[in-house]
């Protein structure tokens, strides 16, 4: 195996997408540090199985989701999020609270989605991959990845109380 540093750096800058998608399956940050971990420990362990050339991000994508349906996330972390009481009594004093109760709304609601659902809307609407790359990425059609979009993203406006 050659060591290419470049795999490590390329794969350090997408961290924070990494994180931001593992945190948005999982539903929480705790556990989408350790999906984002066990994720980078799959990658670097099998960094020969990644071919020069193609698109890094996508195949990071690509063990992360497997890794987070192996573990059984999609079941077993459906866990809701809540303001704490005291940000709760300081809201509106400086508008940050309301953007964290805004957040914690949104996140409750994608934790409500069927977990293909919120697949296919934090790839599209949260990372902006195209419809056939995030198809590509969950192993789907592009059309069925389309309805699952469609389907997600009007849940989310139902149960964010706007029209869909």
Do not use: H
Not at 79 to 102: C, H, I, M, N
Not at 143 to 163: C, H, I, M, P, Y
Request: net charge negative; aromatic share 6%; charged share 30%.
């Amino acid at each position: 195996m050659t060591l290419n540093p470049s795999f490590e750096q390329d794969l350090l800058a997408l961290l924070p997408r990494l994180r931001r998608f593992a945190v948005g399956l999982c539903g929480n940050p705790a556990d989408g540090d350790d999906l984002c971990q066990m994720s980078l420990e799959r990658a670097l362990a099998n960094r020969d199985r990644w071919r020069e050339g193609t698109r890094l991000d996508s195949w990071m994508y690509r063990i992360m989701r497997n890794l987070w349906i192996d573990e059984g996330r999609a079941t077993t972390r459906r866990r809701e999020t809540f303001v704490t009481e005291e940000a709760g009594l300081s809201v509106g004093s400086d508008g940050a609270q309301e953007a964290v109760v805004e957040l914690s709304l949104v996140d409750r609601a994608m934790q409500q989605l069927p977990a293909d659902q919120r697949e296919a809307v934090l790839l599209v609407m949260v990372e902006g991959y195209g419809y056939r790359e995030a198809a590509e990425i969950v192993g789907c059609p592009v059309g069925t990845l389309n309805s699952r979009l469609v389907r997600g993203r009007d849940a989310l406006l139902t149960l964010l109380g706007e029209k869909a």
